[in-house]
């Protein structure tokens, strides 16, 4: 069964750093692009960002560049996501879903399955 | 932030049809890119209910169906179920924002 599992809820001060986690099984984890999500509360969702784990190769979207850092580890098939000075704003549930599809010539259709069960970030003093 | 937008919600009587709309331009739906729906229940992470417009994974009741138009695609939920309450969010990819995967702004399914 291909499975997400993400790490647990987080509880952390404004200006904190913090690394959260998504572990994949039952597929090679070097072989497919992972992405994260943001969804505020009460909101809806947000594209984050997408990392091959095969060779690292990373995009993000132009609201979270800068803001996030995604990275991976294929020893132990783990996507990470990092802040390195959270803000009361990044308050919010982080998924991590794997990209199915195809891209051909700089387009692309994809999506996105399965979905980590979510992590809770809350960011306050 | 969202491209495509949706009606905030939308509801039915069980049994009822309803349908979901996902309005985008030319730049994502209007260029050509795949619409893919998605099924959020109460608590839950979000799971792929319809991907390349009218796709449905195994596992799906074929009582979901989906469709794409020109700039726009619809979802649609017939024989409405009790259990089919939850949020709905199109997606699709956008040409001029740095190759962004894009979501809708997403629809509140209420079983009357």
């Known amino acids: 069964e291909v499975q997400l599992v993400q790490s647990g809820a987080e509880v952390k001060k404004p200006g904190e750093s913090l690394k959260i986690s998504c572990k994949a099984s039952g597929y090679s984890f070097t072989s497919y692009w992972i992405g994260w999500v943001r969804q505020m509360p009460g909101k809806g969702l947000e594209w984050m960002g997408i990392?091959?784990?095969?060779?690292?190769?990373?995009r993000y979207s132009p609201s979270f560049q800068g803001q996030v850092t995604i990275s991976a580890d294929k020893s132990i098939s783990t996507a990470y996501l990092q802040w390195s000075s959270l803000k009361a704003s990044d308050t919010a549930m982080y998924y991590c879903?794997?990209?199915?599809?195809?891209?051909?010539?700089?387009?692309?259709?994809?999506?996105?399955?399965?979905w980590g069960q979510g992590t809770l970030v809350t960011v306050s003093s | 932030q969202s491209v495509l937008t949706q009606p905030p919600s939308v509801s039915g009587a069980p049994g009822q049809r309803v349908t979901i709309s996902c309005t985008g331009s030319?730049?994502?739906?209007?260029?050509?890119?795949?619409v893919h729906w998605y099924q959020q229940l109460p608590g839950t992470a979000p799971q792929l209910l319809i991907y390349g417009n009218t796709n449905r994974p195994s596992g799906v009741p074929d009582r979901f169906s989906g469709s794409k138009s020109g700039t726009s695609a619809s979802l649609a939920i017939t024989g409405l179920q009790a259990e089919d309450e939850a949020d709905y969010y199109c997606?699709?990819?956008?040409?001029?924002?740095?190759?962004?995967?894009?979501f809708g702004t997403g629809t509140k399914v209420t079983v009357l």
């Open positions: 990392i091959y784990p095969g060779d690292s190769d990373t």
């Open positions: 997606q699709s990819y956008d040409s001029t924002l740095s190759g962004s995967y894009v």
């Open positions: 030319s730049s994502n739906i209007g260029a050509g890119y795949d």
């Open positions: 879903a794997r990209r199915l599809g195809y891209c051909s010539g700089g387009s692309c259709n994809n999506w996105f399955d399965p």
